[in-house]
């Protein structure tokens, strides 16, 4: 069965650092962008961080410079390394894999409105990040 896979997500203090891993089974993330999004309660998704599969990077300007995202070909592995956490990044975190998915980050930007609808090839179920004192 073809799925994603987050893990990485916790309670951690502000100014705080962790890494999402996003695993992909059943299929070869090389052929695939890869995005990060997050949901926190009562706001809209919002997108994070696109990882295209020529390696080009896309990231939402409320992480830019703290969050990065990269990729293990071997471990068919996305990660989001997120740095300086800020107790305004609480949410579930999610990762998604669709050969569009650049395209429509870079057309739409992080606050489009159609990141809670889009159907995307693949979704993760979600890791919830807590940045909290």
């Known amino acids: 069965q073809a799925q994603l896979v987050e893990s990485g997500g916790g309670l951690v203090q502000p100014g705080g650092s962790l890494r999402l891993s996003c695993a992909a089974s059943?299929?070869?993330?090389?052929?695939?962008?890869i995005g990060w999004f997050r949901q926190a309660p009562g706001k809209e998704r919002e997108g994070l961080s696109c990882?295209?599969?020529?390696?080009?990077?896309y990231s939402a300007d409320s992480v830019k410079g703290r969050f990065t995202i990269s990729r293990d070909n071997a471990k068919n592995t996305v990660y989001l390394q997120m740095n300086s956490l800020k107790p305004d990044d609480t949410a579930v975190y999610y990762c998604?894999?669709?050969?569009?998915?650049?395209?429509?980050?870079?057309?739409?930007?992080?606050?489009?409105?159609?990141?809670?609808?889009?159907?995307?090839?693949?979704w993760g179920q979600g890791t919830q990040v807590t940045v909290s004192s």
């Open positions: 998604a894999a669709d050969p569009a998915l650049f395209t429509v980050f870079r057309n739409y930007g992080s606050r489009w409105s159609g990141w809670g609808s889009i159907e995307l090839e693949y």
């Open positions: 990882l295209d599969s020529d390696g080009s990077t």
């Open positions: 059943g299929f070869n993330l090389d052929y695939y962008a």
